[in-house]
Every structure is written in structure tokens, then in C-alpha cells.
């Protein structure tokens, strides 16, 4: 069923103006009347989509991890430049976004917190069929392979630079080679 365009245009701005005011203000600073104000809506318009400014919050850290995990399917599938590749202009697209609800960190919102459960969650699957190991293997190189991705991510959407996926393949490499020296 097609949602009625006055909520989809509602949920738009509520969203566009969060994001003005946490950029703005900080997370912290924001209450639910500077929204109110600044869409110019009413209460109860707010409240029937939202319970508070968290929940607005969460809704963005989940539109951000659809987007990661929809994006993540083949990434096991093709050559690592080639996913870079793909997922540079995605992050690069979406980057203000990224940093704003990347800075909030509370007990409630911790975008990359949730971002490398799903990155090493899905390390961990093609682990599994790649070969046997123990469940603390997988664990130690799902975390490990998080840390790494997400650590390029965040990278370069704090330093708001576009990387050229190629130079980020041949860095990673090389910390690694030097990192394991045979």
C-alpha cells in the first residue's frame, strides 16, 4: 500500500530539519520544540510519527544500515576494487548524512556501533562456507574485518574527501603487508 503523500512530505521535512538542527546545535541541544518550530508543525503532527527526537535519530541510523546491507550482498562475489568501486559513490552520495548521525553517541545511538555488527555479521556468513573454524576465529576476524571497513568509511566522510577506490584497495594492502611481515 502506497503511503498518503502528505506523511511521505511530513516525514521529509521532519527529517530535513532534524538534520539542519543537529547540525546546528548537537544532538544533545536539540528538544522536540526547536522540530516543531523550525518545520512549523504542530505537536501532535510530530508525535504521531515520532515519540521523540531518539526515535528520529534511529530512524536514520536504520535508513543508513538498509543501505549499507543492501549494498553489501555481493560484496564477497567480486574483486575488492570493484566493490570499492561500487560503494565509494553510495557513501560519498550519502556522507553529510553519514557524519551527522555518525556523531551521535549515546546508549540509545551509535550508528557505527550498529554498522560493524552488520559488516562483521555478514563477514562472519561467507566465513562460514569459505572454510571450517571456530565460532572464536570467526569472531576475531568478523571484528577484524569491521574494524577495518568501517574504519575506511568513517575515514573519509569525517575528512570529507572522495577517495579513489583503487589507492584505498592498495593502502589497506599495504598496511596489512607491513602489518605481516614473512
Known amino acids: 500500500m502506497k503511503q498518503d503523500i502528505r506523511i511521505t512530505k511530513t516525514l521529509g521535512l521532519i527529517r530535513h530539519v532534524f538534520l539542519e538542527l543537529l547540525e546546528e546545535k548537537g544532538f544533545e541541544h536539540i528538544v522536540v520544540q526547536d522540530i516543531l518550530d523550525r518545520a512549523q508543525i504542530n505537536r501532535s503532527t510530530f508525535y504521531k510519527h515520532f515519540q521523540n527526537k531518539h526515535a528520529v535519530a534511529l530512524m536514520l541510523v536504520d535508513e543508513i544500515k538498509q543501505l549499507l546491507t543492501e549494498n553489501f550482498e555481493n560484496r564477497f562475489s567480486i574483486p575488492t576494487t570493484e566493490f570499492a568501486q561500487k ?29 560493524a555488527l552488520v559488516i562483521k555479521e555478514e563477514y562472519i556468513k561467507q566465513a562460514v562456507r569459505e572454510q571450517p573454524q571456530s ?48
Open 87 to 115: 560503494m565509494v559513490p553510495i557513501f560519498w552520495q550519502h556522507r553529510d548524512l553519514i557524519h551527522l548521525i555518525g556523531k551521535i553517541e549515546n546508549p540509545r545511538i551509535h550508528l557505527y556501533k550498529d554498522l
Open 135 to 182: 565460532s572464536e576465529e570467526l569472531d576475531f576476524q568478523g571484528y577484524l574485518f569491521a574494524i577495518v571497513s568501517l574504519g575506511t568509511i568513517r575515514y573519509f566522510v569525517e575528512k570529507g574527501e572522495l577517495p579513489d577506490p583503487s589507492v584505498i584497495v592498495g593502502d589497506i594492502e599495504s598496511v596489512f603487508n607491513l602489518l605481516i611481515i614473512k
